[in-house]
């Protein structure tokens, strides 16, 4: 870098450099800060209310260890060893330090370690999840990238028509649907079931196909759609012009220009897109008879596990927060315009 | 300030003088840029170049939505070194004119008759990738709010360095440093500081020039400036005009200024037309057309300019009233 | 507004849908030709002329149950949608008003809800407080808001800064006059969009919900309930989800398709819609333009 440096002296160059460096490093420290403050206001609101569950819905381990004929006596003996007639706020806080902790405390049915409950199915989901989620932008953004190269031609219509399609269909119907396919009728896949990769990569991918398939459409239509609407967008900026006009050819000025600032809010959308699969989870783990995250949520809830649903519902909230400030980042990497209100 | 009629003799001075000069600068133009030097990044064109760069001749542009015509016949010469002015009001064709030459006009928008050559070659022949050829490299434009026609999200020296390393095949550190000097060349005072800036940390007169050193980056014949400093104050206004005049004089580069205010156009140019509705209403060398304007149009125009001019203020304390200013 | 629609094939055909859709939910119960809760031994056959869908697998005529889900069905998403209106519209709005500390919590909790794994959420919230219709919709309408919350928002924001209410108000427009002539004009198109939207979601978030078996009581008929009864003979009977499937589909698509519609007929986007529309049908059996550039 500084060989080159002809009219300006090396110790100023250098100087520039190292400036660039710092403002770097700074922007950077700058997009983490900024996230963890809009983060940590959303999990204390969502731990409070999450929280605050119990409360609301009036249930109680003393219904569903002693039975519906319970002494009063025996409930109020049985809360207290849950320590449940302590104040609200003081049950929040210990719980919360304890979440912190990574303490999710003791399932009511069972009186099992929660967080151990959860990290068992886990696996499972996040094996789906991230294949979903992979599916989901590989095709999301070669769907989108056509569309908008080839903007009001026929193919920009197919995939328009095929994402519609798509984004109509929700995940239990997929999910249906593909059973109904590639299980049932082909019998090219296992119907439900799941074997950890450690028993070999074959069935495990073979295990999490459909249900990553039927999550991703809803990824797939999403980022397709966005894609193409902010990259033809894009295309209308005058710096598109400007680089027409200096010359540049159409495939660099949509490398380089175009898709450098069409792909931010693809990526955004994935990050808000990203909650809605951990949330449709419950539905595909259902179809599928996984017993990941999702199923755990549902069975805990169906039978008043209070606790395990609240241990559930943290960890999703990590996991989404988790989500969101990795693509913060990478949005910050790639449009640095961005984080300063250009 | 002057007058409108002192502008356009200055005009003809500057004609007059750079008539003789490019004998005195015998570097045939945009060979081998590696071996250009600092001091002097460009070199001029020889003056036996009497063809033109660019020929429009007869242009009309329709609209396809409305199945309207929008500009009825725009003919003009360029030679190099040599400035054609267009002036008129918005929604008077002229930006359009300037943008059927770059061969981009808007969506819906087509040339339905007449012809443009750009040294020598009509421009509907051209395939795509001719074009890309030829733009940058022989005809280039800047425009008026400069920031939005730079990526907001990359630093303009790499934008820079970017048209020089397609254009002219420069390794990626030559490019830059031919960047920095092109910054220079737009008299930039820290071209260093300013390779590294994004759009929004650069005043609209800083973009301006980094816009031009972008449009003349792979040492394009012509450059059309489209209302290049419309949205600049006026002395910031003043030192672009300048530097045009002087890249126009040290690279020999054609110029089209297209304007809405005659100043503009007078002050640079060695044509006039004035353009009104889509018509050509008048055409002729500068001082002509200010001094013997034939159309009522253009009479208008020079007369608000002398009415609502600074002029007629400093009046009193010159000489001149205004009466034998116009 | 709603003429403007109208005038699109795409609003035709989105109105008309959920027109029919809206009829079905209205009458559909009282059409259906058999007790959709009444069993027998006839089970999981195949489609006649008693049974036009077949029988699912404890007799039940599946033709009725359909009708007869589809009120739950389509007004759970009504509900959703009108829920999530009230509960995010409003406070959009006045958070442009009511100071920076109602600003600052809303937006909050606005962001809170958007973070949510909604499904998850909604599947342990509703279990947990009660399995019921109204709890159930309640509490998606709730966790849906923020995107009326939004919209409404970011109308307002722009129409109370800009300069021409500025200009109106210099020029001694009452505030009664603004709202009507250029606030309402810009927030009633995107709450529109909004809940147009909303009503396909809501129909994906109800269905998936009575797919699980939250929000209704078992023996009462619902699509996506229809659906779930299906998965488990899909063996015997590989095309029974298809009539519902396409029921939800179709009416999501219509939401969706209505929603386009609004947002294509409003603002400078329509204009620009309508224009490109023009200039292709001006264009047919003409010569090619000169090239337009490399773009």
Known sequence: MTTTAEQAPPARRRGVVGTRVRHTLGRLLVTLARSVAIFVPVFLVATFVTFALRSMSGLSPARIQLGEEATPEAIARVEAQWGLDRPFLVQYWDWFTGVLHGQLGTSWTNGADISTLIGLGLGVSLSVATFALIIGVVLGFTLGTLAALKRTTWIDRAITGFVTLISVMPAFVVGIVLVAVFAVGLHLFPSAGY????????????????????LSFDVVADVARQLRGSLVAAFRENYVTGAVVRGLSPRRIFLGHVLRNGIGPALATLGLKFPALVGASVVTEWIFGLQGFGRFANDSAQAGDVPAVQGVLVVSIVLVVLFNLIVNLVLARVTPASQRGV | MTTLSELSDNAAAGTAQRAGEPDTEPDSPGTEPGTETADEPRTAVPAAAAAPVLAVRGVHISDQVTDREIVHGVSFELTPGKTVGIVGESGSGKTLTCRATLGILPPHFEVSAGSIEIAGTDIATLTPQQWTALRGATISAVFQDPASYLNPSIRVGAQIAEVIRVKKGLKRREARHRAVELLQAVQLRDPELVYGQYTHELSGGMLQRVLIAAAIAA???????????????????????????????????????????????????????????????????????????????????????????????????????????? | MVRRVLTLTSGRIAVVILAAIALLAV???????????????????????????????????????????????????????????????????????????????????????????FLLFAVAVIALLGNGITQAMLVTGALVSPLFYRVARAATLAVARSPYVEAALIAGASTGWIVRRHVWVKVLPPIAVALAQTIGVGFIIVSSLTFLGIGVQPPAPTWGGLLASDLGYLSYQPWAPLAPAVLIMITVWAGNLLADAIRDVSGEAGRAFVNTRKARANRLGKPDPVSTGGA
Not at chain 2, 261 to 278: F, P, S, T, W
Not at chain 2, 296 to 304: F, G, K, P
Not at chain 3, 78 to 107: D, K, Q
């Open chain 1, 195 to 214: 074997i950890p990769a450690e028993q070999g990569f074959g069935p495990w991918l073979a295990h999490i196909t459909l249900p990553a398939l039927a």
């Open chain 2, 219 to 326: 040492d394009p014949q012509i450059l059309i400036a489209d209302e290049a400093t419309t949205a600049l104050d006026v002395t910031v206004q003043a030192e672009i005009l300048d530097l045009l005049a002087e890249l126009r004089q040290q690279a020999g580069l054609a110029l089209v200024v297209v304007s809405h205010d005659l100043a503009v156009v007078a002050q640079l140019c060695d044509e006039v037309l004035v353009m009104r509705e889509g018509e050509v209403v008048e055409q002729g060398t500068t001082s002509e057309v200010l001094h013997h304007p034939r159309h009522e149009y253009t009479r208008l125009l020079i007369a608000e300019h002398d009415q609502y001019g600074l002029e007629k203020f400093l009046a009193p304390l010159t000489p001149l009233t205004p009466q034998e200013t116009s």
């Open chain 3, 27 to 117: 009458f559909g119960p009282l059409l259906a030709p058999q007790n959709p809760l009444a069993t027998s031994d006839n089970t999981l056959a195949a489609a006649s002329g008693s049974h036009w869908l077949g029988t699912d697998y404890l007799g039940r005529d599946t033709f009725s149950r359909l009708l007869d889900g589809s009120r739950v069905s389509v007004l759970g998403s009504l509900e959703v949608a009108l829920m999530a209106l009230v509960v995010g519209a409003i406070p959009g709005i006045l958070s442009v008003y009511l100071g920076r500390t109602f600003e600052w919590l809303t937006l909050r909790l606005a962001d809170t809800l958007v973070a949510l794994p």
